[in-house]
């Protein structure tokens, strides 16, 4: 009887811990029972390289959650950079015959982009930290105005005929492997060295713990709250970068909805909404399920009506885990 207890309560330790991982390799089985072309080489890095995207917004919105807050102007934050980085990259054809020796270097909307994500990370940040106005108020007023301001600095049109070293991030490939994926897996690595290894981790979790013992401790939570959002606004950046090199095009619709889907990968990969509780290997295993069940549905000619359905209700049951599991430690 012992036995069997102590067993039991292995097995739910192990499942706890390793519970995210089991799902998705459970989902990759059923999804290759289904259809055999999912498991081919081409259609797993085509599955990788869709939530590329969405990956590099869910590691920086994993951070945020991690400290009790949301974000829910990464997809707006997105399409601002996506317009800026793809106005300095565009093929100005008419230039080049006029002055052929002057070419602007990939760095310069690469930077252009990022700093976008910055800037408008940076604001939220302060505007949190100072005024202590929730975080869901302070990103939903990013989200519309960056939105806006995405629409009149493209004057609401898409911004094509881009430079092919700058179509690179987002379709080029390095040794077989598509670029964006690289792109994920660097940040990612970072991200999660940040959170695991660093000064900066620990008091992303110390504040997301205990936000009062964490300023009794002497943490500066007002300074790392600002640097967060900013590293968050900054993956957004980014992302907006590789999306719109992706298409050959900077459309300020870009990125709508997106910040659900980060927050499901996160949320999934067991980031509890709850604060001090999440990882960045999770994150990315959230978004590989989301992926994997958007990839297979596709392949098996499901309606993208009952997709969102789906997603809607697996996002729902892993809070409603995360609840279960985090009451189970009390």
Same mark, same amino acid.
């Given at each position: 009887?012992?036995?069997?207890?102590?067993?039991?309560?292995?097995?739910?330790?192990?499942?706890?811990?390793?519970?995210?991982?089991? #799902?998705?390799?459970?989902?990759?089985?059923?999804?290759?029972?289904?259809?055999?072309?999912?498991?081919?080489?081409?259609?797993?890095?085509?599955?990788?390289?869709?939530?590329?995207?969405?990956?590099?917004?869910?590691?920086?919105?994993?951070?945020?959650?991690?400290?009790?807050?949301?974000?829910?102007?990464?997809?707006?934050?997105?399409?601002?950079?996506?317009?800026?980085?793809?106005?300095?990259?565009?093929?100005?054809?008419?230039?080049?015959?006029?002055?052929?020796?002057?070419?602007?270097?990939?760095?310069?909307?690469?930077?252009?982009?990022?700093?976008?994500?910055?800037?408008?990370?940076?604001?939220?940040?302060?505007?949190?930290?100072?005024?202590?106005?929730?975080?869901?108020?302070?990103?939903?007023?990013?989200? #519309?105005?960056?939105?806006?301001?995405?629409?009149?600095?493209?004057?609401?049109?898409?911004?094509?005929?881009?430079?092919?070293?700058?179509?690179?991030?987002?379709?080029?490939?390095?040794?077989?492997?598509?670029?964006?994926?690289?792109?994920?897996?660097?940040?990612?690595?970072?991200?999660?060295?940040?959170?695991?290894?660093?000064?900066?981790?620990?008091?992303?979790?110390?504040?997301?713990?205990?936000?009062?013992?964490?300023?009794?401790?002497?943490?500066?939570?007002?300074?790392?709250?600002?640097?967060?959002?900013?590293?968050?606004?900054?993956?957004?950046?980014?992302?907006?970068?590789?999306?719109?090199?992706?298409?050959?095009?900077?459309?300020?619709?870009?990125?709508?909805?997106?910040?659900?889907?980060?927050?499901?990968?996160?949320?999934?990969?067991?980031?509890?909404?709850?604060?001090?509780?999440?990882?960045?290997?999770?994150?990315?295993?959230?978004?590989?399920?989301?992926?994997?069940?958007?990839?297979?549905?596709?392949?098996?000619?499901?309606?993208?009506?009952?997709?969102?359905?789906?997603?809607?209700?697996?996002?729902?049951?892993?809070?409603?885990?995360?609840?279960?599991?985090?009451?189970?430690?009390?």
């Amino acid at each position: 009887m012992e036995r069997s207890r102590k067993m039991k309560a292995k097995t739910e330790q192990l499942f706890r811990k390793y519970g995210i991982f089991f #799902i998705f390799i459970g989902m990759v089985v059923l999804m290759s029972i289904l259809s055999p072309a999912f498991l081919k080489v081409g259609n797993l890095l085509n599955v990788v390289r869709q939530i590329s995207v969405i990956g590099l917004i869910a590691c920086g919105v994993t951070m945020v959650i991690i400290t009790t807050g949301i974000d829910l102007s990464s997809g707006s934050v997105l399409a601002l950079s996506a317009v800026v980085a793809a106005s300095f990259a565009q093929r100005a054809d008419w230039a080049s015959k006029m002055y052929p020796n002057i070419d602007v270097p990939l760095i310069v909307p690469i930077l252009a982009g990022i700093l976008v994500g910055v800037l408008c990370g940076a604001i939220v940040g302060i505007i949190i930290a100072k005024t202590k106005i929730p975080p869901f108020i302070a990103t939903l007023g990013m989200m #519309i105005v960056a939105r806006g301001a995405a629409l009149i600095y493209s004057d609401g049109r898409p911004i094509s005929s881009l430079k092919s070293s700058y179509n690179f991030i987002g379709q080029g490939k390095v040794l077989g492997i598509p670029f964006p994926i690289i792109v994920l897996v660097v940040m990612a690595a970072i991200t999660h060295v940040l959170l695991t290894n660093t000064k900066f981790g620990k008091y992303v979790y110390a504040i997301g713990g205990n936000e009062n013992a964490a300023v009794v401790s002497g943490i500066n939570v007002d300074k790392y709250k600002v640097l967060i959002y900013t590293y968050a606004g900054m993956l957004s950046g980014m992302a907006g970068i590789v999306l719109s090199s992706r298409i050959s095009s900077g459309q300020p619709g870009l990125g709508v909805a997106y910040e659900l889907d980060a927050i499901a990968s996160a949320v999934i990969g067991g980031t509890s909404l709850n604060g001090g509780i999440g990882k960045i290997t999770g994150t990315i295993i959230g978004a590989l399920i989301i992926g994997v069940l958007n990839n297979g549905l596709d392949l098996l000619n499901v309606s993208a009506y009952w997709q969102q359905i789906v997603k809607g209700v697996i996002i729902v049951a892993a809070v409603i885990l995360d609840e279960r599991k985090n009451r189970g430690k009390k």
